[in-house]
Nanobody, 126 residues
């Protein structure tokens, strides 16, 4: 069983930055997992934000965050990060970290992830 714990959310003004972290309770096998960040705004479906493959050598981003967000991972710390810059009102959502045992590329589909964190709230104000 994999447990994911997100942190780093909060209230920020438009144009500001936040760094989200997600730590997994899998120890050395963390490098076997592809990781993703998703978000869900009130009344909307959960959507893909960014993903990273098991090694960190491949990343993908939603068009809405491309150029403003960077996903990275530290396999030694079993942690994945999402650096978000130039935040916009539309970025307000609960952000979820997800993991799937996968040695291929980046996984974009929420339904293919096996493990999810509890979410962290990001609120962007004007």
């Amino acid at each position: 069983q994999v447990q994911l714990v997100e942190s780093g959310g909060g209230l920020v003004q438009t144009g500001g930055s936040l760094r989200l972290s997600c730590t997994a309770s899998v120890g050395r096998s963390f490098s076997n997992y592809a990781m993703g960040w998703f978000r869900q705004a009130p009344g909307k479906e959960r959507q893909f934000v960014a993903g990273i493959n098991y090694s960190g050598g491949s990343t993908r981003y939603a068009d809405s965050v491309k150029g403003r967000c960077t996903i990275s991972r530290d396999n030694a710390k079993s942690t994945v990060y999402l650096q978000m810059n130039s935040l916009e009102l539309e970025d307000t959502a609960i952000y979820y970290c997800a993991a799937v045992l996968f040695f291929g590329g980046v996984e974009l589909i929420a339904g293919r992830y096996d493990y999810w964190g509890q979410g962290t709230q990001v609120t962007v104000s004007s």
